[in-house]
């Protein structure tokens, strides 16, 4: 299903599927659609995804996924510490291909810190 952010634009609407797929592939996942944003939901909300705000960035999407500790990687636009011990870390996704390993593994890291009886996976700095 296309969220509602990216309806009429055909290159992020790709994207958004492209990481829908990955997320509902974990199982366990229920998706929240709104008007600027889509979130995916386990227990809670641990990855969004939304169109970047910079016009520059046209054609990509923002990845949003928290996290126990800080993601030190250039892959990541921002990192915020939102709570003690909670990240939230954004990044640009301009290529199927830059849904690699890598950000799989944070994707699913996100995933297992929200679920129940599941520990989170600690990512090598």
């Known amino acids: ?48 995804v939304s169109l ?10 923002m990845l949003s996924i928290g996290a126990v500790s800080r993601i030190d990687s ?12 909670r990240w939230m870390h954004h990044m640009l996704i301009r290529h199927e291909s830059e849904l690699d390993d890598e950000v799989k593994a944070w994707i699913e890291a996100a995933w297992a810190l929200v679920g129940p009886g599941r520990k989170a996976p600690v990512l090598d700095p």
């Open 1 to 48: 299903m296309s969220a509602l952010f990216c309806l009429g634009k055909g290159r992020e609407t790709e994207l958004y599927a492209c990481i829908e797929a990955h997320l509902l592939a974990f199982g366990d996942v229920t998706v929240k659609h709104d008007r600027t944003q889509t979130a995916f939901v386990r227990k809670v909300q641990f990855a969004w």
């Open 52 to 61: 970047p705000r910079r016009k520059a960035d046209a054609g990509a999407v």
């Open 74 to 85: 250039p892959r990541i636009l921002h990192a915020a510490e939102v709570a003690s011990g």
